[in-house]
Each structure stands twice: as structure tokens, then as C-alpha cells.
């Protein structure tokens, strides 16, 4: 069953800690993206990352990590840094040929809350 | 990064009526404009795209018009009905290695 993955789908963090999102893909995409999207508001892009090994900060990369060793694979830190991390994060993923562009396919997201 | 803002940010009709949600982009070197449709709580979904080369696209009840030279695309949903109550958003791209989203459209059709 192909598809994108995000894990969890809920996650607690205490202030300080960091934390880490899993998004595990296996539709063969070159190209993957971490946004967050606060309530009531848009998709903002975080990090993006078109081949392994190689990962560009998108708009609001301040107090986030990532890492991209597999192709299949592409998880956030949201680290200690991050002094708002309470919002709704989503990982996608999408195919990219001689510098075409298919859909961006979505996970089922991560809701992430700082107690 | 692209600059792309949508237009308007709430929209409320009533059932069967239709709606209109526009994009405006600055990049001219786009070459793609998909619209994706995001119900409460869950994922964004690909609902129709269109490409350069082309006008107008339809499916169904949903329809994508591109105007190039004005560097704007509309989405355009007739005889709506409350399952597409809904925020939606466009992503005009240019094969770069990004994607960014427009500000996003919040529908609600009125029983």
C-alpha cells in the first residue's frame, strides 16, 4: 500500500526537550517537505529536501532540524530553540523529472503540544 | 520565494450557488498550478491542476482557469454543496526545489 507516513499522529513535549517527527515515504519521491500550519492559518514551509544528503531551510527553519540519509525517509527535530513548537506539522512528498513537477502527496500529519 | 497570495481568504455561499477563489503569483517562470483542498483535521488532497500550455481544465464540478500574462489562476466550483466546505489552497511552482503555498481560501456552503 503505497503512500506517506507521518508518526505519531500525537505528540506531548515538555519545555526544553526535543523532540523528533517521523515522515517515511515509499512512493519512490525525490522531493520532500515539512510545513506546520498554525489553527485557522496556512501551510508554511519549514525544510524541503529534492535528493538524500542534501536539505534547504524553507521560511521558518529557526528551531528545527532535519535529515534526509534515506531516500524513503525525512524526520524534524523540533529542538528546544523552538519557543512556540505547538501547531499541527505535516510531511509531503513529490515527484520531480527534468525539473517537472507532479502533486504533492500529504501524511496524515503529527498535532504536537508542549505541556 | 514565490509571492503568492489567494483571494478571497473566507468565502460563504449558499447551496448550489458557485464559488470563485483566484491566485495571484509573481514568479513568471511558473509552470504548474495545482489546488489542493484541506477538511477540518486532515490532510491537503490534490483536487485539479493545470500546466502551462494549457487554459482551462475541467472535472466535473471543479474547473482551473490560468491567465499567464496576468500571472493568475482560478478555481472555480459550480453547484457547490456542503461537502466542499473546506480550505483550499494553491501552489504555483516553477520546478524549483520548493513548494510553497498560497495563503489559503476558507469555503463554507450554507445548507
Known amino acids: 500500500d503505497g503512500g506517506i507516513t507521518q508518526s505519531p499522529k500525537y505528540l506531548f513535549r515538555k519545555e526544553g526537550q526535543n523532540v523528533t517527527l517521523s515522515c517515511e515515504q515509499n512512493?519512490?519521491?525525490?522531493?520532500m517537505y515539512w510545513y506546520r500550519q498554525d489553527p485557522g492559518q496556512g501551510l508554511r514551509l519549514i525544510y524541503y529536501?529534492?535528493?538524500?544528503?542534501?536539505?534547504q531551510k524553507g521560511d521558518i527553519a529557526e528551531g528545527y532540524s532535519v535529515s534526509r540519509e534515506k531516500k524513503e525517509s525525512f524526520p524534524l527535530t523540533v529542538t528546544s530553540a523552538q519557543k512556540n513548537p505547538t501547531a499541527f506539522y505535516l510531511c509531503?512528498?513529490?515527484?520531480?523529472?527534468?525539473?517537472?513537477?507532479?502533486?504533492?502527496?500529504f501524511g496524515q500529519g503529527t498535532r504536537l503540544t508542549v505541556v | 520565494g514565490e509571492n503568492v497570495e489567494q483571494h478571497p481568504s473566507t468565502l460563504s455561499v449558499q447551496e448550489g450557488d458557485s464559488a470563485v477563489i483566484k491566485c495571484t503569483y509573481s514568479?513568471?517562470?511558473?509552470?504548474?498550478f495545482p489546488w489542493y483542498k484541506q477538511e477540518l483535521g486532515k490532510r491537503p488532497q490534490l483536487i485539479i491542476d493545470?500546466?502551462?500550455?494549457?487554459g482551462e481544465k475541467k472535472d466535473q464540478r471543479i474547473a482551473v482557469t490560468l491567465n499567464k500574462t496576468a500571472k493568475h489562476f482560478s478555481l472555480h466550483i459550480t453547484e457547490t454543496q456542503p461537502e466542499d466546505s473546506a480550505v483550499y489552497f494553491c501552489?504555483?511552482?516553477?520546478?524549483?526545489?520548493?513548494?510553497?503555498f498560497g495563503t489559503g481560501t476558507r469555503l463554507t456552503v450554507i445548507p
Open positions: 509531503a512528498s513529490s515527484f520531480t523529472f527534468r525539473e517537472m513537477y507532479t502533486e504533492a502527496f
Open positions: 512512493l519512490n519521491h525525490d522531493a
Open positions: 529536501s529534492q535528493i538524500v544528503n542534501d536539505f
Open positions: 514568479d513568471s517562470a511558473s509552470n504548474y
Open positions: 493545470i500546466r502551462s500550455n494549457v
Open positions: 501552489a504555483p511552482f516553477r520546478g524549483a526545489n520548493n513548494l510553497f
